[in-house]
């Protein structure tokens, strides 16, 4: 990928955003090229009794209209391979996909998709998964444990995509008959939209010699690459996944979408085929974030010590699980669920529904922050109960060095006492004159904590470097930077490794032929196993020099030699950094809250991040993460829900879906705690995925703090609110 490139120290992608040289897949032109449009299904759960396209085809410019039955391909998905190129026989859910055109402009197509006619008989749908796992409930898929990948047997309900379950220490029910106190409280978090700029898009070209190339939105090109072998039937050589910028992703472009129908239109037609998705599209019909019912009881002896925990989550898992990548195609963040406090005894059980609704995929942090809002509120509220202040509670009960994790965890640090202190100090600087809590006025304030810690994750990745006849250094990575500063985090690494100035390393991004391997961007994980990776490649040069006899020479003098002797060179260096590497983030929220008792209106004052850091590699880049996170989570705390009535997707928008601005922002401050003990050459970190998720539990307690009343639903209302204030005025 060509990139204009300029000297200094800012961000790699700076420069050609801002002329305007950036490529998304929407920017993607080929010879040749037709344009996709797709028919989508108004009904939930239907029969396809005939789809007639003799109108459709007989547009002059249009090039092929695809049903199920002309797709020879399998079925496909991150891990299970559920979901159909094309619908046979049976829709889903509403927005599932009928029928697909090829024609020569984006107009054409969609006038051509206006034209097919489907007939449909409805079918009995289910919605919420509690009822989808009932008995007797209608079934959204015949026998889910045959298809490739599932992790359900005939003996389970016919609905459930996954059930997994943590356990640790003594059994659970046993303790918590023996504590003195247990606080049962349940929890529910709706269903988001990851809210990316860029719209999913794709283009794709079956080309003459059988091989496929594909362009597309999507920030794990080798998984991408072989998530297509498994439902194309092509060897992974056969398809060669190019190069794109991603506009955005927040765990949400990471899955095939609609790559697979693309590739259909192209072997049809011959020639390559761009779908690009519009935001009605992209809202409605593509991977958003599981909604969830978490309940919680929490055990609790008379000097105040966690004694045990036991969660239950009830996720909705959509109408296909092929959005999920994990091998038990589950969500991890709910085995974080209290991984900040010493609890003897642990129990989590996570349950995933297949529903007539859109599928679900992953959204930052998948899982933690619905396990963090239950836990955090359920501990704010046994601490209140107790007549306990909620952050010595938590500071009676956190983990400190030396401790195991609430799952045996043998964690190298454990940073909460020092994250939380500094938190509380950064807060007591910019306490308001007015008094905290019951003021006697129109609005009552308070204040409000929530712990949050996240593992490291490891991964396996690939990095080449190429010298260049000028003296300089070209970095070839296998992964695109989706906005959060992977690639200047490479170039700082090698810049550093091999005392090269600014402005003589140049990152590009490979092509999937170019370099072996790669986990994709998620996890939190690049900037260990990149930076890792870029520190091995950077120590094969150096020995490279050393056996050329160049060691000596200024280093830029010493590339330019050896790109002479060997043009057609490269030096490669993989690392493949085991999942369990006992390292993890602590991070705390402090939320000042302020709360208008005539109208429940809720308004965040004040937002302290504080967290524990080892070595930062960008601090621009770290901090923008950092305050993004923080961002997004608040607007998980107040503002988003990707709203659904009978099975169907109404927040269709950006007006009706609504994400933060910078007129909702309130003061943020960000408190970093240095001298953590991080992974790797650099000992680094994560922190993409850490500052997002305490947010809503953190304002939830807040709001407690405030008003004294304890909401358990997000986003936080001003109806809801109010009417936990004045229970005798409405339903509660």
Not at 706 to 716: N, Q
Request: with cysteine.
């Amino acid at each position: 990928m060509a990139e204009f490139h300029a000297g200094g120290e800012g961000r790699t992608d700076a420069w050609v955003k801002l002329y305007g040289q950036a490529v998304y897949a929407g920017d993607v032109r080929v010879p040749g090229m037709l344009y996709g449009a797709l028919v989508r299904s108004p009904y939930p759960h239907a029969r396809i009794l005939r789809i007639r396209t003799e109108a459709a085809r007989s547009l002059p410019g249009v090039h092929a209209v695809l049903t199920g039955e002309d797709v020879r391909y399998g079925t496909y998905g991150r891990r299970v391979r559920d979901m159909p190129v094309l619908a046979r026989q049976v829709v889903r859910f509403a927005g599932e996909r009928v029928a697909a055109v090829a024609a020569e402009s984006p107009e054409l197509a969609r006038e051509a998709a206006a034209l097919v006619e489907v007939d449909y008989e409805p079918l009995p749908a289910v919605f919420d998964p509690e009822e989808a796992l009932r008995p007797g409930a209608p079934r959204v898929h015949e026998a889910p444990w045959t298809y490739p990948g599932a992790v359900t047997g005939p003996e389970d309900p016919p609905n459930l995509q996954s059930r997994r379950v943590w356990q640790h220490g003594e059994e659970v029910e046993a303790v918590l008959a023996r504590c003195r106190y247990v606080f049962d409280e349940t929890y529910f978090v709706p269903a988001a939209h990851q809210g990316y700029l860029e719209p999913h898009g794709c283009l794709a070209w079956w080309k003459p010699d059988g091989s496929v190339e594909v362009w597309a939105s999507n920030k794990s090109p080798h998984r991408l690459r072989a998530q297509l072998s498994a439902c194309l039937g092509l060897p992974p050589d056969r398809i060669r996944v190019m190069p794109l910028y991603v506009g955005g992703d927040f765990g949400g472009k990471g899955s095939p979408m609609d790559v697979p129908v693309c590739v259909a239109l192209s072997e049809a037609t011959g020639r390559p085929v761009k779908l690009v998705l519009d935001y009605e599209e992209d809202l409605s019909c593509t991977n958003p974030r599981h909604a969830s019912k978490v309940r919680v009881r929490l055990g609790v002896d008379g000097e105040g010590r966690l004694r045990a925990l036991d969660v239950r989550a009830v996720a909705n898992g959509g109408a296909y699980a092929a959005f999920k990548p994990a091998e038990h195609v589950n969500l991890n963040g709910f085995g974080e669920a209290g991984n900040t406090y010493r609890i003897p005894s642990v129990r989590i059980e996570s349950l995933i529904a297949y529903t007539n609704t859109v599928p679900r995929g992953h959204m930052r942090s998948p899982g933690s922050l619905e396990a963090n809002f239950a836990v955090e509120s359920t501990v704010d509220a046994a601490a209140r109960a107790l007549g306990i202040d909620p952050l010595e509670f938590r500071l009676r009960n956190v983990l400190r060095t030396g401790d195991l994790g609430t799952l045996g965890e043998p964690w190298v640090e454990a940073r909460g006492e020092e994250v939380a202190q500094a938190a509380a100090a950064a807060l007591r600087e910019s306490e308001p004159q007015a008094p905290v809590g019951r003021d006697g006025g129109r609005w009552a304030r308070g204040v409000g904590f929530a712990f949050y810690c996240r593992a490291a994750h490891g991964g396996t990745t690939e990095v080449a470097l190429l010298p260049q006849p000028d003296g300089s250094l070209v970095v070839r990575v296998p992964f695109p930077d989706q906005g959060g500063g992977q690639h200047t985090v490479v170039r700082n690494v090698v810049q550093r490794e091999l005392g090269l100035p600014a402005g003589f390393v140049r990152v590009e991004q490979a092509d999937t032929s170019q370099l072996a391997t790669d986990s994709g961007v998620g996890g939190s994980r690049v900037s260990l196993t990149a930076s890792a990776a870029a520190a091995s490649a950077c120590a094969e040069l150096r020995r490279r020099l050393e056996e050329e006899g160049l060691a000596q020479l200024p280093v830029q003098a010493a590339l330019a030699e050896l790109a002479r002797r060997w043009p057609q060179e490269v030096v490669r260096a993989s690392v493949s950094v085991d999942e369990e590497l006992w390292v993890n983030s602590v991070c705390v929220q402090a939320a000042r809250v302020a709360v208008d008792r005539d109208t429940g209106q809720v308004r965040v004052e004040e937002l302290v991040t504080a967290l524990d850091v080892a070595e930062v590699l960008n601090p621009a880049s770290h901090r923008a993460q950092v305050e993004g996170g923080v961002v997004m989570g608040l607007g998980s705390a107040l503002l988003e829900e990707l709203v659904l009535e009978d099975g169907r997707v109404v927040s269709t928008n950006l007006h009706d879906y609504r994400l933060p601005s910078v007129a909702d922002l309130p003061r943020l401050r960000v408190v970093l705690v240095p001298g953590g003990k991080g992974w790797g050459p650099h000992g680094v970190k994560p922190v993409g995925e850490l500052t997002n998720v305490a947010v809503a539990a953190a304002v939830a307690n807040g709001v407690a703090d405030a008003v004294g009343v304890r909401v358990r639903r997000l986003p936080i209302s001003a109806e809801e609110v109010y009417q936990l204030m004045h229970p005798r005025e409405g339903k509660a």
